[in-house]
């Protein structure tokens, strides 16, 4: 869709006024604040074209005009002048947090800074956990208790209780851990569930029956809480008046942060992009709110893309500082977890 150089001057003049004061921009407005000579004429006819095409819309109340969703992505893609952020100062102030601890305090810390910095709420996609194992043992706690100990290649370990239907002896327990070290080690449980079930007729029953409980557990055990979101600064959202104006809109932005799910499938879709992305509410499924924004960018451990982080804020956000800040902050949790002090 082309808009000519004056239409997107007013455009992005409007966009940047109605952010600043959350006010509809009128004509008089427009010409006094886009430094082109026009007069409220024109303007005004240029405004009616914008209207047409869905950029912006007419409040009832009011002569002036404010951005749709698809006013504020055309800003965004096209006419939006990012701040140059000084990211040493920037760095100064987040890399205390982000310096030290487990991986988990760390992925606290950035959704912290990334809500302190920006005045939203700040979240934080964790890693998905790996489901290969490195090595697994079997610990007989008692007649028919046993401990699975999961290690994983990253050397975190878990551990599962085993109920079995049969008491198995040390030595019998030692042999099921050596078979699926040997055999299985460095792959996913979920792949050796399929193999596992066409390579193990040759041995005993009994024996089949504890490595395939081995294997489910072991699944269940890296499923759970693989995946999670870490949110901070939700409350600062209570204060922004477009996003709790009435019940409907409160209901929606509790539901958000409380079931997580909206929230998970939008940070999981943006993890498969590169760089910042701008999902706008009423333009983008993902967003649950018509006046809801999230940026988000995706972060690595090693240079392989692990999680996602970003800003919910409103649709009427400074984005051209919120962008960097988004993009700072995953570069920096990328380098902490990749090397850990």
């Known amino acids: 869709m082309q808009l000519d150089k004056r239409a997107q001057t007013l455009l992005k003049a409007l966009v940047e006024r109605y952010i600043a004061d959350g006010q509809p921009v009128g004509s008089r407005s427009l010409s006094r604040i886009s430094g082109l000579e026009l007069s409220p004429a024109t ?37 939006l002048t990012v701040q140059a952020v000084d990211d040493g100062a920037v760095e100064s102030r987040m890399h205390p947090k982000l310096a030290n601890g487990t991986p988990q305090k760390i992925i606290s810390n950035a959704a912290q800074v990334l809500s302190s910095l920006s005045h939203f709420a700040g979240v934080v996609l964790t890693p998905k956990r790996d489901s290969a194992f490195k090595q697994l043992d079997f610990i007989r706690l008692s007649e028919r208790r046993i401990l699975l100990v999961i290690v994983s ?38 792949d050796i569930r399929m193999r596992l079930t066409a390579e193990l007729r040759q041995l005993r029953d009994d024996m089949t029956r504890l490595l395939h409980a081995a294997v489910e557990a072991g699944n269940d055990a890296m499923a759970e809480e693989s995946d999670d979101v870490v949110i901070s600064g939700e409350r600062n959202l209570l204060s922004v008046a477009d996003l709790s104006s009435n019940m409907g809109s409160l209901r929606k932005l509790f539901d958000l942060f409380d079931q997580k799910t909206s929230l998970m499938q939008l940070l999981d879709v943006s993890s498969k992009a590169t760089g910042v992305q701008i999902f706008i509410g009423g333009e983008s499924n993902l967003v649950p709110m018509e006046e809801m924004s999230v940026v988000t960018a995706p972060y690595e451990v090693d240079g392989r ?4 982080l970003g800003v919910v804020g409103p649709t009427r956000m400074a984005y051209e500082r919120v962008i960097p800040i988004v993009d700072i902050t995953a570069k920096l949790l990328s380098s902490a977890l990749s090397h850990p002090h």
């Open 43 to 79: 303007i005004r006819n240029i405004m009616a074209d914008l209207e047409e095409m869905g950029f912006v819309a007419s409040p009832h109340t009011s002569a002036g005009r404010i951005p749709t969703p698809r006013g504020y992505r055309f800003f965004v893609d096209t006419l």
């Open 153 to 190: 290649p990253s050397g975190e370990v878990q551990n599962r209780l085993l109920l079995t239907d049969v008491d198995y002896t040390p030595s019998q327990l030692v042999e099921a851990a050596n078979f699926l070290n040997q055999h299985y080690s460095g792959q996913r449980f979920e």
């Open 305 to 308: 893309v692990v999680g996602t």
